[in-house]
T-cell receptor
């Protein structure tokens, strides 16, 4: 059974810092990995999707890397801003079996960026 | 283009009552998913529709939960009778074919069972 762990659970930093959020998963047979952002009381916003054949994806100040063989992904946020404050979730999609559709989520990293 | 919508945004009911949640996926998305997050835990998968068919319902907690997707458009998730442990946030997501496409999530329905 796939398990996803995110470290740290919470992070509080001053504006301008570069950040690394970590995600690990127990079964390396994944199809893809998705990073989401959740603002309080809101739904999940997809940030980046990395296919299993890819090593990284970039969008603006965000860069996500994937090391499938070691079961790890990192989300790098450059020059953090107060507007980046949110909970960041990592989710993996299995690459085999009858459960191809589902995502397995970590518990998230709650990020606070203060001015 | 409208995103995934869910109704209601909040629901407070008493134990033993029935509640029905609704999800409208992005138009043209054949795949529809239900997930749930209970307090302090991770978001967990409940079930997956492809059009009107249940592709995977292995995440449904018990037979008090019934999901339908008539005509392959919107979906409903009924909880009957509701128990205290059913409290949480219920998310709906949709994706285009193929099944492994990017999933887009709705804002969720916060269910509180008293």
């Amino acid at each position: 059974k796939q398990e996803v762990t995110q470290i740290p659970a919470a992070l509080s930093v001053p504006e301008g810092e570069n950040l690394v959020l970590n995600c690990s998963f127990t079964d390396s047979a994944i199809y893809n990995l998705q990073w989401f952002r959740q603002d309080p009381g809101k739904g999940l916003t997809s940030l980046l999707l990395i296919q299993s054949s890819q090593r990284e994806q970039t969008s603006g100040r965000l860069n996500a890397s994937l090391d499938k063989s070691s079961g790890r992904s990192t989300l790098y946020i450059a020059a953090s801003q107060p507007g980046d404050s949110a909970t960041y979730l990592c989710a993996v999609r299995p690459g085999r079996g009858s459960t191809l559709g589902r995502l397995y989520f970590g518990r998230g990293t709650q990020l606070t960026v203060w001015p | 283009e409208a995103g995934v919508t869910q109704f209601p945004s909040h629901s407070v009911i008493e134990k033993g009552q029935t509640v029905t949640l609704r999800c409208d996926p992005i138009s043209g998305h054949d795949n529809l998913y239900w997930y749930r997050r209970v307090m302090g835990k991770e978001i967990k998968f409940l079930l997956h529709f492809v059009k009107e068919s249940k592709q995977d319902e292995s995440g449904m907690p018990n037979n008090r939960f019934l999901a339908e997707r008539t005509g392959g458009t919107y979906s409903t998730l009924k909880v009957q009778p509701a128990e205290l442990e059913d409290s949480g946030v219920y998310f709906c997501a949709s994706s285009q074919s193929p099944t492994y496409g990017e999933q887009f999530f709705g804002p969720g329905t916060r269910l509180t069972v008293l």
